[in-house]
């Protein structure tokens, strides 16, 4: 079973500040995707990198695929309250397609008004 | 268009009771998935469908079944629960093998 650890665990910061969140793994992924996560709902995909050192921006939230295709980082800028929530990265194994994805553990994300 | 949705959103089980989560979704999608979430443990994949009639095993298959009759539903079953089987169970779906839509999810105890 290939491991996604995420960290930190947990995050709380206030209005305006900047955080990054890592995912970290010792196996080589095809593919890496981010999710956020509200309560009592289902995820919802961010973005997907597929290239080694691949950086994608989606407005104030910046993804970095590793270059060895093992790690990624998700960035956020001038964090506000809205991008409360749990964010998940999943590994989509070199064998296989995202229908076996691996999830992270998780980073809760608390932003203070 | 509903996306995916689950069925029921809630269920109390005792311990050796069946039962049956169903998942449907409108999107004309090939593949489908059943999740576990589990706190600090993230999403841990049971069984998924890369087509109707079709099931596969994932990470953590035991003591669940499913089936895929009509493309659009995915059926999760216990045959009979145990509480190591409480935890907040997803559908998913997608195109291929691409983006997957999650459905709410059902919160299910067993005691």
């Known amino acids: 079973t290939q491991l996604l650890e995420q960290s930190p665990q947990f995050l709380s910061i206030q209005e305006g500040e900047n955080l990054t969140v890592y995912c970290n793994s010792s196996?080589?992924?095809?593919?890496l995707q981010w999710y956020r996560q509200e309560p009592g709902e289902g995820p919802v995909l961010l973005v997907t990198v597929v290239t080694g050192g691949e950086v994608k921006k989606l407005k104030r939230l910046t993804f970095q695929f590793g270059d060895a295709r093992k790690d990624s980082s998700l960035h956020i800028t001038a964090a506000q309250p809205g991008d409360t929530g749990l964010y998940l990265c999943?590994?989509?194994?070199?064998?296989?397609?995202?229908?076996?994805?691996?999830f992270g553990t998780g980073t809760r994300l608390t932003i203070i008004p | 268009n509903a996306g995916v949705t689950q069925t029921p959103k809630f269920r109390v089980l005792k311990t050796g009771q069946s039962m049956t989560l169903l998942c449907a979704q409108d999107?004309?999608?090939?593949?489908m998935y059943w999740y576990r979430q589990d706190p600090g443990m993230g999403l841990r994949l049971i069984h998924y469908s890369v087509g109707e009639g079709t099931t596969a095993k994932g990470e953590v298959p035991d003591g669940y079944n499913v089936s895929r009759l009509k493309k659009q539903n995915f059926l999760l079953g216990l045959e009979s629960a145990a509480p190591s089987q409480t935890s907040v169970y997803f559908c998913?779906?997608?195109?291929?093998?691409?983006?997957?839509?999650f459905g709410p999810g059902t919160r299910l105890t067993v005691t």
């Open positions: 998913a779906s997608s195109y291929a093998n691409y983006e997957q839509y």
């Open positions: 196996s080589v992924f095809s593919s």
């Open positions: 999943a590994g989509a194994p070199i064998n296989f397609g995202n229908e076996k994805l691996t």
């Open positions: 999107m004309n999608h090939e593949y």
